[in-house]
Structures are given as structure tokens and as C-alpha cells.
T-cell receptor, first 116, second 109 residues
Framework: EAQVTQNPRYLITVTGKKLTVTCSQNMNHEYMSWYRQDPGLGLRQIYYSMNVEVTDKGDVPEGYKVSRKEKRNFPLILESPSPNQTSLYFC???????????????FGNGTRLTVT | GQNIDQPTEMTATEGAIVQINCTYQTSGFNGLFWYQQHAGEAPTFLSYNVLDGLEEKGRFSSFLSRSKGYSYLLLKELQMKDSASYLCAVVGGYQKVTFGIGTKLQVIP
């Protein structure tokens, strides 16, 4: 089954304790992206990757890191989490953004992160 | 920069038709997506427009006017399961995808 898999689904942690949220897709998609979703703010892009070893900042990259060593994996790293990073996070992938009808984003099930 | 506006909430009756509007200002335009998101779940793709006009997919249709920076999603024969948030997302210059805050639709009996 074609899917984007995120783990964990729920995570409670404390300020400053490094964490990684994993994301994997099995559709051979080139484009992958991380979003956070907060009430009243919608989905905001954190980082995206157009292909292996190519990553770029989105709208809210501060406090986050990513890597794209393999096509299928795009982990999100919080080196020193803070309470303002408490949010619902989504990983997404597509064949590529742009004017192709067949390039919608496929989303993972989300990771609800709480930083105390 | 990119700015996308859509109503925050709407309510409609089961069996009726509802139109959800989205207006945008972007530097460059490479298409507009609509996604559906049920509470606590991931967004799922509904429709895509890159040329002016109407795209129809069953009970759902989406319209685009590039000159007006305007799109709408039309839902016909509303069902209770259509209660969800509907997200407008614009692909702007440099293929940057920006989402609106979403319109929460409540379908009532």
C-alpha cells in the first residue's frame, strides 16, 4: 500500500531533550516536506527536500533540522525542543510540486508533540 | 510573499450545496490544490486546478480564475461525513506551496 509513515504518533518530552520524528514513503517520490499545524495558523512549512541531499528552509525552520540521505526517508530533528514547538506535525511527499495534475501531496498520519 | 484567505467556518444542511471560497495573492502561480482534513487526521487530496475553469469530480467541483486570484470548492448533495476542514493550497513561484488556514465545514441534519 502506497503510504507515508510517520513515527511516533504521540510524543511528550521535556525542554532541551533532543528528539527525532521519522518519516518514510514507499512511492519513490522525489519531493518531501515537513509541516506544523497550529490552531488559527493552518499548515506551515518547516523544511522541504526536492531530492536526495537537497533540502531547503520553509516558512518556519528555526529550531528544526532535517536530512535527506535516502530518497524514502526524511527525518525531522529537534536539537533542543522548546514549549513553542508543541504542535501537530505532518510529513508529506509527492512526485514534485508544480503544475502536474498527478503531484498532490500525500500526508503521513501526523505526530502530536508536546514539549513541557 | 503569498497570502491566502478562506472563511474560517461554514455550516450547511445535509443534502444541500455549499461553496467554499479561496482568494490568494502570490508571486507566481503554478496551480491550486484543495484538500480535505477530518479532525485529528491527515489532509487528503480533493482537486487540482492550474487553468481557468471548472474541474468536476463526482460530488466535488473546483473552480479557478487566475486573473481574479480566486478559487472555490463546490460540494453537492452534502453528507454528514463531509463535515471536515477544507484547505486551499497555492503553488507559487519557485514551486512553493502555501496553505490557507482552512475552512471548517459543519454539516447539520
Amino acid at each position: 500500500e502506497a503510504q507515508v509513515t510517520q513515527n511516533p504518533r504521540y510524543l511528550i518530552t521535556v525542554t532541551g531533550k533532543k528528539l527525532t520524528v521519522t518519516c518514510s514513503q514507499n512511492m519513490n517520490h522525489e519531493y518531501m516536506s515537513w509541516y506544523r499545524q497550529d490552531p488559527g495558523l493552518g499548515l506551515r512549512q518547516i523544511y522541504y527536500s526536492m531530492n536526495v541531499e537537497v533540502t531547503d528552509k520553509g516558512d518556519v525552520p528555526e529550531g528544526y533540522k532535517v536530512s535527506r540521505k535516502e530518497k524514502r526517508n526524511f527525518p525531522l530533528i529537534l536539537e533542543s525542543p522548546s514549549p513553542n514547538q508543541t504542535s501537530l506535525y505532518f510529513c508529506a511527499s509527492s512526485k514534485g510540486p508544480g503544475n502536474s495534475y498527478n503531484s498532490p501531496l500525500h500526508f503521513g498520519n501526523g505526530t502530536r508533540l508536546t514539549v513541557t | 510573499g503569498q497570502n491566502i484567505d478562506q472563511p474560517t467556518e461554514m455550516t450547511a444542511t445535509e443534502g444541500a450545496i455549499v461553496q467554499i471560497n479561496c482568494t490568494y495573492q502570490t508571486s507566481g502561480f503554478n496551480g491550486l490544490f484543495w484538500y480535505q482534513q477530518h479532525a485529528g487526521e491527515a489532509p487528503t487530496f480533493l482537486s487540482y486546478n492550474v487553468l481557468d475553469g471548472l474541474e468536476e469530480k463526482g460530488r466535488f467541483s473546483s473552480f479557478l480564475s487566475r486573473s481574479k486570484g480566486y478559487s472555490y470548492l463546490l460540494l453537492k448533495e452534502l453528507q454528514m461525513k463531509d463535515s471536515a476542514s477544507y484547505l486551499c493550497a497555492v503553488v507559487g513561484g519557485y514551486q512553493k506551496v502555501t496553505f490557507g488556514i482552512g475552512t471548517k465545514l459543519q454539516v447539520i441534519p
